[in-house]
C-alpha cells in the first residue's frame, strides 16, 4: 500500500516542471519536521532573472456556494483579515533579503475579495479549469481587478473538493500551489484542509494560514514557478522550510529560507 511519504516521492517534478508546492505533512518524516529543511548541502536560492512581487496586491475568490453557508462563511472574514495583517507584518519585512534593484520588496495589500459559485464545482477540479474560470471572472466580473505585475489571486476550494495539477492531487501529494497564466497573471490554489496530510495536526484556520503564507512568500520571491529566487535541488523559499511554523501576531505561519541566515526563519 502507498504511503503519504511515497506520495511526496512520486510529485518531485520533472527537470522542466519546478517545485512551486505545499508538499503533505508527513508525521514519520522526522528529521524535515524536526529541522524544517532537507538534509545534505545547506540549501541557497539563487534569482533567476524573473519576476517578482514587489509590492503584492491579494485578491481572494472563494469559489463554491459552500462559502456562502456556515460554516464555511465563518472562515471568509477572517482569512481576510489575516492578508490585511500578514501583508503589513514581519513576514513581509523578512523578505526585503531577496530584493533586486528592479523588484524591491515591501509590503503589499489585500484589493479586494469575491465568492464565485459559478461554473458549479463537482468533487474535483482541475488546474486547467481554475485557470479557466479566472480567465472567465477577469472578463466578465466587474468586481475583480485587472491583473498588474503585482496581482495575486488567492483562489480557495471549499470541503469536499480536489484539485488536480501536475499529474497529482491535493490530500493525496500536496495541499496548495502557485502558478502562472502566460506569465502575466499570478495565482494560488487553497486546497481546504480536510485531511490528516493538509492539516498538519493544526485546526482549520491556522492549517490554511500556514498554507497561504506559504504559498505567499513563494509567489512574491519567485513568480514564475523557477525563474525568480529557487534552488535546484529544494525549490523555492517554503518548500524547504514545509510545516515549520512559527506564530506572527495571531497567525500561525510558516517559516521561510533565508540565505542571510542560512536557516529557517
Not at 518531485?12 to 508527513?26: G, K, M, N, Y
Request: proline share 7%.
Amino acid at each position: 500500500m502507498a504511503t503519504e511519504a511515497d506520495s511526496v516521492r512520486r510529485i518531485l517534478p520533472a527537470a522542466t516542471d519546478s517545485i512551486r508546492i505545499v508538499p503533505l505533512h508527513v508525521p514519520d518524516d522526522t528529521w524535515k519536521v524536526a529541522h524544517g529543511a532537507p538534509s545534505g548541502p545547506a540549501p541557497q536560492l539563487t534569482y533567476r532573472n524573473g519576476p517578482l512581487l514587489s509590492a503584492v496586491q491579494v485578491f481572494t475568490l472563494f469559489w463554491g456556494s459552500a462559502w456562502n453557508a456556515a460554516p464555511q462563511n465563518s472562515l471568509v472574514p477572517k482569512i481576510n483579515q489575516f492578508f490585511d495583517d500578514i501583508l503589513t507584518s514581519a513576514l513581509i519585512d523578512q523578505l526585503a533579503e531577496y530584493s533586486v534593484t528592479a523588484y524591491p520588496i515591501g509590503h503589499g495589500r489585500r484589493v479586494g475579495t469575491a465568492t464565485v459559485t459559478t461554473p458549479k464545482l463537482g468533487h474535483s477540479v482541475s488546474d486547467r479549469a481554475i485557470q479557466h474560470m479566472l480567465q472567465a471572472e477577469l472578463t466578465s466580473s466587474a468586481g475583480l481587478p485587472q491583473p498588474t505585475p503585482n496581482s495575486l489571486y488567492f483562489i480557495y476550494l471549499p470541503p469536499g473538493v480536489s484539485v488536480s495539477q501536475g499529474g497529482s492531487r491535493s490530500c493525496q501529494a500536496f495541499c496548495g500551489y502557485h502558478n502562472d497564466i502566460l506569465s502575466k497573471i499570478f495565482y494560488a490554489v487553497m486546497p481546504y484542509p480536510g485531511c490528516s496530510g493538509c492539516a498538519g495536526g493544526l485546526a482549520v484556520f491556522d492549517a490554511l494560514t500556514s498554507t497561504s503564507s506559504h504559498e505567499l512568500c513563494e509567489a512574491i520571491t519567485d513568480a514564475i514557478p523557477g525563474q525568480g529566487w529557487y534552488d535546484d535541488s529544494n525549490g523555492e523559499i517554503g518548500d524547504i522550510c514545509a510545516w515549520k511554523t512559527k506564530q506572527v501576531g495571531a497567525y500561525t505561519v510558516q517559516l521561510e529560507w533565508s540565505n542571510k541566515a542560512n536557516a529557517c526563519v
